[in-house]
């Protein structure tokens, strides 16, 4: 039985668990000496105040909207995939082979074909791990990380040696094509009259990336598949019983989960970069974690999650460019907000818990008296 | 378009509010950030030094994440911050989508020399040239013939520091071996020490006796160990001799706070266009005497580096650079 109405459950654990981390945040503004008001109008405004900061902060959004969605399929196998951050820069291998090699003639085909890659590169790199798990029981946890450092090795290796033009001191790739060039939310606003900020880097991909949220609500639960990775995700052994195979289940949500971390790349590298660089991912996968964490593994949970995150990174980066709060600060204001809404959510919930159920034993009791 | 001005108009209100004469300079860090010991804190010296100077102020930020390089040269560029001061290869890429757009606005570019806009001033050193100079040292002082070379992460601009210095080792003594590990493949290696110190050791094993650092925050690992070891090291950007005094051979100085200095120091007047080569003539490059190393320095290191030197700047000898055809004669990466 439900402790909570959903809607607590849903909107107002998260909620009182964001307010915790902000009160703590002004603190620390506090206490080096500058202004939290001020601080919290500038993120917002910076953020969300103008096509401009929204531009920003969708651009992120869609990268931790893919990388979310790829931890959250993997959670309901009951399997960890910290490793998107690797499979994201493969799948960023993937979007630079087919832009750099590939004559597109328009960019509509140049997206499917990328993103095909994207996903084809980012999968091959977490079937690796999602294999030795099935079969020799080598723990994702484990794999999944190392195959990150495997992956840093593998794309500096490729950029300086294979993918550089010759002469440039830059470990990248040459510029893409123009023809490769995805619209961006400028572009795709202006015909419907919307004038959106030309500047800001949020492209077509956060299409794509809604798309791939409704698409995993639908995998998860309507379809068969779905059923047998939640099936799992609960219990194995039951699963087992019911005739449904680990090894198929254990591979299948890894191969979509490192897709999904894959298909990053057509948002950070072919929508915004238009060349592979050294440093595409920056740590979204692992910021992949906490959206999906934040998100309870729910794709509308992840698509709102992901968006908070990324009006935190875009606040974060105005805070950098008009305070002196230095930027080792901002880190530590996003990580109270990572902190509170995904490690600490039972200090939240527990109490709220107890408050609905002394509340219901009330109206029990009240109903109870007057029978 | 009527949000983005009034936000423009915001931001300048902004800049106005903040007391600041409108035609402040502005430093873009790279991702290292402000206090690595190396690149990105000998910017901010000079431009402390400016500002000290002067009385002026500046805008700063410090990188984050990759998107954020054409924002920040964007949002300061609006302000009206000139000129814009930015720092490594990274920001090529994001400056000439830029600078088109701001031609009023002047930049200037650390460890660039590839673009051509008339507003923008390349500033390239010719660390190959100082790298040379200390790889000589380096192999007169060594008694094994045996030196090391621990690079941070394996891009062209380590593996150019990296040649440069073995053709000095070769310069000096033709039967030299010189051993090149880099620390690492993700940003991290840029600052980590521990790892340095390892790799320090494990070249100590293959017989080495002198290491050069070229890994930012992971030097100071590499120079602490071979002081533990009882072995010399050499510094790099800046001048590392007083970290352990008389254990370390000399720094190979890259004079990045110079460039940042005088960009500042030129303001609304800064030359721009050109590419700005800071070698050996220049002293934009050289190496580190003082009195912590004074002891290490034998008249033989001494007179052979002053006439390299002389050599270089004269073209007498020619330091191959690493960038010309993507390899190297010295050394196999």
Sequence with gaps: MDVMPKWAEVVLVPLISLLLAGIISALVVLAIG???????????????????GWGYTLYYATNFMFTGLAVAIAFHARLFNIGGEGQAMLGGLGVALACLYIPWPHWSLALVGAAVMAGLFG??????????QAKRGS???????MFNFIAAALLNYTLVNMLRPKGSMDPATARFSEATNLPTLHDLLSPLGIAFSKAAPANISLLVAIAACFGLWLLIWRTRLGYEIRAYGYSESAAKYAGISPVKITMVAMIISGALAGLMAINNVMGEAERLVLNSTEGAGFIGIAVALMGRSHPLGVFIAAILFGFLYQGGAELALWTSIPRELIVVIQALVILFTGALDNMVRMPLEKLFLARRRARVAKEGAAN | MTLMTKFMGAAAAMALSAGAALAEPALIFDLGGKFDKS??????NGATRWAEETGGTFREIEMQSEAQREQALRRFAETGANPIITMGFGMADPLSAVAPDYPDTKFAVID?????FPNVRQVAFAEHEGSYLVGMMAAMASKSGTVGFVGGMDVPLIRHFGCG??????AANPDAKVIANMTGTTPAAWNDPVKGSEITKAQISQGADVVYAAAGGTGVGVLQTAADEGILSIG????QNHLHPGKVLTSMLKRVDVAVYEAMKAGEDLETGLVVTMGLAEEGVGVAMDDNNAALVTDEMETAVNAARDDIIAGKVNVVSYYENDSCPALDF
């Design chain 2, 236 to 239: 790099v950007d800046s001048n």
């Design chain 1, 139 to 145: 723990h994702i946890v484990i794999t999944t990380i």
């Design chain 1, 34 to 52: 500058e202004d939290p008001v001020a601080a919290a109008k500038l993120m917002v405004s910076g953020a969300l105040g103008s096509t401009y």
């Design chain 2, 165 to 170: 210095f073995a053709q000095g080792v070769k």
């Design chain 2, 112 to 116: 660039v020399s590839w673009l051509d």
């Design chain 1, 123 to 132: 999968a091959i790199w977490a079937a690796i791990p999602a294999w030795l």
């Design chain 2, 39 to 44: 690149f990105n804190e000998a910017a901010f």
